[in-house]
């Protein structure tokens, strides 16, 4: 899948956020220099200067707030001189939407669909209640040998060594996760703080109570920040409708399956860490868009929440000074990541038009992937051949690392699995798929090395890595991901 790989749009066009006649819904970020500051605007109307009764505000971070609503004026808060920055909040959508183009293809779609009618229904699931995790048994994954990627990593030979590695939350930063999937509903995230019964003998995930007091309500596997509620599943967008005008195609579920599916239960695959944990945070829908916003929302949860690896398939086509500010906000959600010890592993981008690009001197290199920030590892993506995808970016100073990403098989939406988003027209690929090889990869391997820092997990990966022709001078470590070594390390 030339998969997640998220362009930014200014929420407006104008500069410095000015009223039009035609505006109708304008969303801005406004930073506050201290979070003292932003209390003191709340309670002394400050803010209400440049609030009208169609517009909201709404808490970002301790410092941020988001204000949305028609023609949303920002002078007055320009002139605030405990206001740090002002910004769009960016909004992103999916590049690859899997919509058929041209009449032969049109053509193509319309007799598959009429052949096969059961894709005309409706994804299966919505926000199913979040169930128990069930016991695991053990025995082989029947389609570990469909999984190219985890054969040619050497996973197969270190998963007997390293069996107990559920201490490593890695969340899943995306359109959410299908949680009631048999492979991946063990290894779901279940937030202590919500679990269990409460001092009235209710159960705890069902009181519409914070009873963790993290500021969520009822949030046992993750949240959703895309629909404002804890049930963070993956809502996919039914075949025909990625046909006819795109949409998610259970992105964050695949991802999922290749950091975490469940190992040695008999059932399907595994993933890279086979008994991590996931923390499943929705900020796409299933639209395939998603806003800045919510993006850091997620980020500053995981974080607060005990995750110790982000898995980020998702990027921009850089940052244009001309078409409005950088992201600050998104720099700095990363940064907090990173303050608290915290890897942030990204796609590396999937170029423009089917064919990749240096990010290292691109006019609008991909982001995050780019940003100069020491926890992130930026994954290109390779084929069982150890060829660099031809849709993948590269770049010797900003991407770190190759990892399978073509043809990748893996769990999808509705308790399935599969290397196909949709039969004969197209394949999970992408940068998208690489990431969370490597997500897993500082799972399993940080597990094992509880007392590693990030830097020095991330040091591992990278010196671990098998050197082949095709990342020798693309990438920083001029190499692919592979597990045996990394073990070694």
């Not at 002078?75 to 058929?100: F, G, H, M, R, W």
């Not at 239960?265 to 996931?278: L, R």
Request: aromatic share 8%.
């Amino acid at each position: 899948m030339k998969a997640l790989f998220l362009v930014a749009a200014i929420a407006t066009a104008m500069p410095g956020f000015a009223q039009t006649e035609d505006a109708k819904q304008i969303n801005y970020l406004v930073k506050f220099k201290s979070t003292s500051a932003l209390q003191a605007a709340l309670k002394k109307s400050v803010m209400g200067t440049s609030i009208n009764k169609d517009q909201k505000i709404e808490m970002v971070t301790e410092q941020m707030v988001l204000v949305s609503g028609k023609n949303a004026a920002t002078a007055p808060l320009l002139k605030n001189q405990n206001v740090e920055y002002i910004q769009p909040d960016y909004e992103l959508s999916l590049i690859e939407t899997y919509k058929a183009e041209g009449k032969d293809q049109k053509a193509q779609v319309m007799d598959y669909l009429i052949n096969n009618p059961q894709l005309l229904a409706k994804a299966k699931g919505d926000n199913p209640i979040v169930p128990n995790s069930p016991l695991s048994r053990n025995a082989r994954d029947p389609l570990v040998n469909k999984q190219w990627g985890m054969l040619d990593m050497g996973a197969d030979q270190v998963w007997a060594k390293a069996k107990n590695n559920k201490t490593i939350i890695v969340a899943v930063i995306d359109s959410g996760v299908d949680y009631t999937h048999p492979d991946l509903i063990a290894n779901m995230w279940r937030n202590p703080g919500e679990t269990g019964i409460d001092a009235q003998g209710k159960d705890k995930s069902k009181n519409a109570r914070d009873d963790d007091g993290n500021g969520y309500i009822d949030d046992v596997v993750g949240y959703d920040f895309a629909a404002n509620d804890a049930l963070p599943y993956d809502k996919s967008t039914p075949t025909w409708q990625l046909f006819l005008g795109g949409g998610n195609p259970g992105h964050g579920t695949h991802c999922a399956g290749n950091v975490a599916a469940r190992g040695n239960n008999g059932v399907g695959i595994s993933g890279v860490a086979p008994n991590a944990q996931i923390m499943a945070l929705r900020f796409i829908s299933e639209k395939g868009t998603g806003v800045t916003s919510a993006a850091i929302k997620s980020i500053r949860y995981a974080v607060d929440n005990g995750a110790k690896v982000l898995n980020n398939s998702w990027g921009s086509m850089g940052e244009n000074p001309s078409e409005g500010p950088a992201n600050k906000a998104l720099r700095e959600a990363i940064q907090y990541a990173d303050s608290k010890g915290v890897l942030f592993v990204v796609a590396a981008g999937n170029g423009f038009q089917g064919k990749g690009y240096n990010n290292d001197t691109a006019a609008r290199p991909a982001y995050p992937a780019s940003y100069p920030y020491s926890n992130i590892i930026s994954v290109a993506a390779i084929d069982v051949n150890d060829n660099l995808g031809k849709f993948s970016n590269w770049g010797l100073k900003t991407v770190h690392i190759g990892a399978p990403g073509v043809k990748i098989y893996s769990t999808v939406v509705g308790g399935k699995y599969s290397d196909q988003p949709i039969p004969f027209l197209a394949v999970w690929e992408g940068t998208s798929m690489a990431a969370p090889h490597v997500a897993g990869a500082a799972a399993l391997y940080w597990a094992q090395n509880p007392n590693k820092t990030m830097a020095e997990v991330k040091d591992a990966i990278l010196k671990s890595a098998v050197q082949i022709p095709a990342l020798q001078g693309k990438v920083a470590s001029g190499g692919k991901l592979n597990l045996v070594n990394l073990m070694k390390y």
